[in-house]
């Protein structure tokens, strides 16, 4: 068996987006070529309010989907199209912003924890002028494999232990499964071949590939594309998230919350917002 090996660990670095939501941003769009299809992963964490309240007013997509995982808390959503969802504990957002849309992320607390993450996910070239959707998907939604060391398996996307995430077939067949392990526990989940896998800490320690390197709570590892992920713990307990997706190895353009192909395209994209046509 051949084991995916931790090639470079993200530390992440601390930035604010919306209206001045305080965040630990991972990669972002200027290293999605060696992160491809994901372009971009942030997590917010703060029990401060004044961290998260303002929020993200209305704002843009084109080209790309985002996926909104909250662990902790809650965000009421809306866009242009008349949707509006309410995320709680445990619930994903997944939004294909494709041709356009313009949405608003508001926290539905004044006090207290607001902890999850913001993961961007390309779209091929043939699909990001496709129409947009969103599926909020609350929490009961999720399947959780129990393992038999103790530990739980919550399936996102993709398929884990025979079980299937409610995430509809996307163009980059991602899997994100968010693993919690025991002390003393360890899994191998399969990833397909050639596929970018990432290992995100969420909290406590999990060891991860051929090294056994240590991840910590936010850290972020960047995997080898070959082989099982393996995730181990020691004398203490890790809870981590597990992205893959198939890269597109196409051109990535971005300005903003713009990612497109060509120069061309961004021009339109931006043209497109400013005169309504979003
Ligand atoms: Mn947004």
């Given at each position: 068996?051949t084991?995916?090996?931790?090639?470079?660990?993200?530390?992440?670095y601390?930035?604010?987006?919306?209206?001045?939501?305080?965040?630990?941003?991972?990669?972002?769009?200027?290293?999605?070529?060696?992160?491809?299809?994901?372009?971009?992963?942030?997590?917010?964490?703060?029990?401060?309010?004044?961290?998260?309240?303002?929020?993200?007013?209305?704002?843009?997509?084109?080209?790309?989907?985002?996926?909104?995982?909250?662990?902790?808390?809650?965000?009421?959503?809306?866009?242009?199209?008349?949707?509006e969802?309410?995320?709680?504990?445990?619930?994903?957002?997944?939004?294909?912003?494709?041709?356009?849309?313009?949405?608003?992320?508001?926290?539905?607390?004044?006090?207290g924890?607001?902890?999850g993450?913001?993961?961007?996910?390309?779209?091929?070239?043939?699909?990001?002028?496709?129409?947009?959707?969103?599926?909020?998907?609350?929490?009961?939604?999720?399947?959780?494999?129990?393992?038999?060391?103790?530990g739980?398996?919550?399936?996102?996307a993709?398929?884990?232990?025979?079980?299937?995430?409610?995430?509809?077939?996307?163009?980059?067949?991602?899997?994100y499964?968010?693993?919690?392990?025991?002390?003393?526990?360890?899994?191998?989940?399969?990833?397909p071949?050639?596929?970018?896998?990432?290992?995100?800490?969420?909290?406590?320690?999990?060891?991860?590939?051929?090294?056994?390197?240590?991840?910590?709570?936010?850290?972020?590892?960047?995997?080898?594309?070959?082989?099982d992920?393996?995730?181990?713990?020691?004398?203490?307990?890790?809870?981590?998230?597990?992205?893959?997706?198939k890269?597109?190895?196409e051109?990535?353009?971005?300005?903003?919350?713009?990612?497109?192909?060509?120069?061309?395209?961004?021009?339109?994209?931006?043209?497109?917002?400013?005169?309504?046509?979003?």
């Amino acid at each position: 068996m051949t084991i995916r090996s931790v090639q470079s660990v993200l530390q992440g670095y601390a930035t604010s987006d919306g209206a001045g939501v305080k965040l630990v941003r991972f990669f972002d769009p200027r290293q999605a070529t060696q992160l491809d299809p994901f372009l971009l992963l942030d997590e917010f964490r703060s029990a401060n309010a004044s961290d998260y309240v303002a929020g993200f007013p209305p704002h843009p997509h084109r080209g790309f989907e985002t996926v909104t995982y909250m662990i902790v808390g809650r965000m009421k959503h809306k866009d242009n199209h008349g949707n509006e969802g309410d995320l709680g504990p445990g619930g994903v957002q997944w939004m294909s912003a494709a041709r356009g849309i313009i949405h608003e992320e508001r926290p539905q607390q004044d006090q207290g924890l607001m902890f999850g993450y913001q993961l961007w996910v390309n779209l091929p070239s043939a699909q990001k002028m496709s129409e947009p959707f969103y599926d909020d998907i609350e929490a009961d939604r999720i399947p959780v494999c129990a393992l038999a060391n103790g530990g739980t398996v919550r399936v996102i996307a993709g398929e884990f232990g025979g079980m299937q995430g409610p995430v509809r077939p996307r163009p980059a067949e991602p899997t994100y499964l968010d693993v919690d392990l025991p002390a003393n526990a360890s899994v191998t989940i399969a990833v397909p071949r050639g596929h970018t896998a990432l290992v995100h800490g969420v909290t406590g320690k999990i060891c991860v590939g051929t090294k056994a390197t240590v991840l910590l709570a936010r850290q972020c590892a960047v995997l080898s594309r070959d082989g099982d992920v393996v995730f181990a713990t020691g004398s203490e307990t890790g809870r981590a998230l597990l992205l893959s997706g198939k890269p597109f190895g196409e051109p990535i353009v971005h300005y903003g919350p713009f990612v497109m192909n060509t120069q061309a395209e961004l021009q339109q994209a931006v043209e497109d917002y400013q005169s309504g046509r979003c």
